[in-house]
C-alpha cells in the first residue's frame, strides 16, 4: 500500500468509523466528536496530543482523509509507535485496525452535544420579540406660532432608559448601521417631509404620526437584530444622554470599522458555505419577493378595512346628529294634520336617539384603531423588513460583487501591461512600480474575494432570519380576527340597547315596524 491514504485504499473499519461518527449535515467530522473518539483509545494523554498534532482540520471540522490519517495513527500507536506523518509514508501493509471499544457505541459520540455550524442563526420569533421593545414617542416642540421640529422620547425596555433624539439623529443613525453592517438587512428610514404646500394642517399632522410609527418599527427591527442588538452602535443611540449623540455615534463606529473588521468568521465565511450557496440564495431570494407582493397587498386590503371603519363611525355620528336636528325643530304642525298626527311624539323621540349613535359611532372609531395599530401595523412592521433583504440583496449584487469584478479587469489589464512591458525593455523603474501595483492589486482582489464569501455568508442568515419572522403571521391575523369579534361585540351590545327604545316610534304598546315593501 506503500503508506498512501485515500479512499480506495483504507481499511472497510475506517469507513465504518467514519459513517458513524460524521456529522449529519456534511461530510465532516466535528473536532469536539473526534477528541471524544482519541479519549476511548486509552493511549497516555501525551501520545493523543501527539496524534491531534499531526491531524489537519479546518474551523472545527476534519475531513474525511483527515479522519483516516488519524485512525491510522492511533493504530500504530497502540502497537507501541511513535505516531508521525512519516510512519504513514514508510507503512508497507494495511493499515492496522484501532482499538476503539464497542463500534454501536461509536454512534453515541455524534448524538452528544456539539457546536451548532456558525452559520446557523438559532433563533425563535419569540426569542426575537423579547431582545427589546423600544417605544417612540412624540414630544412636539413649538418656536412662535409654527412646528419648527419634533423631538421623540426614545425608551428600551432592555436597557430600562429613556432618551430624546431628532429625526437627524436618526439620519445620522442609519447613515452609521449602513456602514457598519453592510452586509446585513438594515431597515429604511420614513422621508424627513413631504413636499411644501401641499399639505394642510390636517395631513401635517397624520405624516407626523405616520412618520414616528415608521420610526418605531425601524427601531425595534434594529434593537431587535441578533448581530445589531448588542453593539456599540446600538447601545449608544438608545442609552446616550450626552449634548452630541451624533459625534458620540460617529467616534464608535471610526474605533469598530465594518462588520468586516471585527467578526471572527468574516476569513473564515468560505469554509462554512454548503457549495450550492448560489442556488440557494437565487430560490430563497425569489420566494421571498412573491411573499413580500402577497404582504404587500394583504396591508393594502387591511389599510382600506381600517379606514372604513373610522368612516362607518363617521357615518353613524352624523346620521345621529341628523336625527337630533329633526327631533329639535320647534316648528308647529298644520291644523289640518294635527288631529290624526303623532309627529310631536315622535320628534321627542328622535331627539334622544342621537345618544346612542354617538355611542356607536365611538366604538366604530374604536374598532378602526383597533384594526390600524393591531393589524397594519404588524403588517407594515414585517413589510419593512422584507423591503430591507430585498435591498440587502441588491447592495450584495451592485457592491461587493461589482466591485470585484471591476478589481478583476483592473488586474488583467495590469497583467497584460506587464507582460508587454516584458517583452518590449522598458525602463526597470517603470517594471518594478508595474509590478508593485500588481501585487497591491492582488491583495485587494483576495480581500474582496474574502468579503465577497462574508456577503455571502451573511446573506445566508439574513434570510434564515426572515424564515424565523415568518410565523409572525399567525400574530397578525390573531389579532385581525380579535378586532372584528370585539368591535361587532361592542357595537352588537349597543345596537341591543337602541332596539327597545325604538317601540314608540310604531304607535302604542310597542308594536313592530309594518313591511314598508311586499315581501
Known sequence: MAGELNEGSVPPYYREVYEAIRSKIDERVQVEVFQRLLSRTDLPSAVQGQIAEHVDYTDGFLSKLSLYKALALIALAQQGKQPSPKLLENCIQEFPKPQLGEFKDLQNLRMQPTKESPLTVSQTLGKLLARDTVQVELIPEKKGLFLKHVEYQITSQHFKISVYRRYSDFDVFHELLLQRFAYRMVPALPPKRMLKGVLTSMSERDFIEGRRRALARFINLVARHPFFSEDELVKTFLTFNGSDVQVKMRDACKKMGDEFMTNRMATLAKEYLPADIQAQFSSSRELIKNIHNSFHKLRDRAEKMAERSKENATDLLMFGRELSTLGSDGSPIPSLASSQSTWSILRQSLKGLSVEFALLADKGAQ??????????????????????????????????????????????????????????????????????????????????????????????????????????????????????????????????????????????NGMQSPPLTPK
Open 367 to 508: 374598532q378602526g384603531r383597533r384594526e390600524e395599530d393591531d393589524v397594519v401595523e404588524k403588517l407594515n412592521l414585517f413589510l419593512d423588513l422584507l423591503q430591507s433583504y430585498r435591498d440587502l440583496c441588491e447592495r450584495h449584487e451592485k457592491g461587493v460583487l461589482h466591485e470585484h469584478q471591476k478589481a478583476l479587469q483592473k488586474y488583467g489589464m495590469m497583467k497584460r501591461q506587464m507582460m508587454s512591458a516584458t517583452v518590449q525593455p522598458k525602463e526597470q523603474v517603470s517594471v518594478e512600480q508595474l509590478e508593485s501595483r500588481i501585487v497591491q492589486q492582488e491583495n485587494a482582489i483576495q480581500t474582496m474575494e474574502l468579503r465577497n464569501y462574508f456577503s455571502l455568508f451573511c446573506l445566508h442568515q439574513e434570510t434564515q432570519l426572515i424564515f424565523t419572522y415568518l410565523p409572525i403571521t399567525s400574530h397578525i391575523l390573531g389579532a385581525f380576527v380579535n378586532s372584528q369579534v370585539q368591535g361587532h361585540k361592542e357595537m352588537g351590545a349597543v345596537w341591543n340597547d337602541l332596539q327597545p327604545k325604538l317601540g314608540c316610534l310604531f304607535g302604542v
